[in-house]
């Protein structure tokens, strides 16, 4: 039973690259959502898909893009990461109640 | 706009009861939840109360809800060192399942 699966756990990146991060889930929620936690902070929602084929802005848009490839997967792309976006992120998906998180990949931009 | 707080630290000796505190200010709030995150790892959902409840008790979690102040409680009876973790707070308003607020989190310790 996987519940939501994040690929890289880790990664470091030299400021300029760009990286997707991938998130698949198989327990066939219609939401998924992209989070970053930085200390001291909680969790603060960067993007999220209320169903297959829409996406929304959350609170921290800014430097990210995402796309809903299909029911399953979200994934989170960076174009040109920036120190700033040192962090650890996480992505859920929910049903009516509740989310579902996955363990994390942990970005460090150089 | 929607802030949930929490202190920072608890510290407390095996087998004592925690109770990890919470407020909030959404007063549209609709579910309000427990999630528990350990070393390296995502956050697992412990408990939810819908708004309409005051209490709620699953095994040796207790959720008491105080709607007036706006207030949140997670008591954990007879407290063991598999507890130890960071336990966060959210809440979730009417209308949009997708703005959870998240508070910053209680880093509880259980002392052997």
């Known amino acids: 039973n996987a519940g939501v699966t994040q690929t890289p756990k880790f990664q470091v990146l030299k400021t300029g690259q760009s990286m997707t991060l991938q998130c698949a889930q198989d327990m066939n929620h219609n939401s998924m959502y992209w989070y970053r936690q930085d200390p001291g902070m909680g969790l603060r929602l960067i993007y999220y898909s209320a169903s297959e084929g829409t996406t929304d802005k959350g609170e921290v848009p800014n430097g990210y893009n995402v796309s809903r490839l299909n029911k399953r997967e979200f994934s989170l792309r960076l174009e040109s990461a920036a120190p700033s976006q040192t962090s650890v992120y996480f992505c859920a998906s929910s049903p009516s109640y509740g989310q579902h998180f996955g363990d994390g990949t942990r970005l460090s931009i150089l | 706009g929607e802030d949930v707080e929490q202190s920072l630290f608890l510290s407390v000796r095996e087998g004592d009861s925690s109770v990890i505190n919470c407020t909030y200010t959404?007063?549209?709030?609709?579910?309000l939840y427990w999630y528990k995150q350990e070393p390296g790892a995502g956050l697992q959902l412990l408990t939810y109360i819908f708004s309409n409840m005051d209490m709620k008790q699953d095994q040796r979690l207790t959720v008491l809800l105080n709607k007036k102040d706006k207030h949140l409680s997670l008591r954990i009876a007879d407290t063991q060192t598999g507890d130890s973790a960071i336990y966060f707070c959210a809440e979730r308003p009417s209308g949009g399942y997708q703005k959870v607020t998240f508070g910053t989190g209680t880093k509880l310790q259980v002392i052997p």
């Open positions: 959404d007063s549209s709030s609709t579910y």
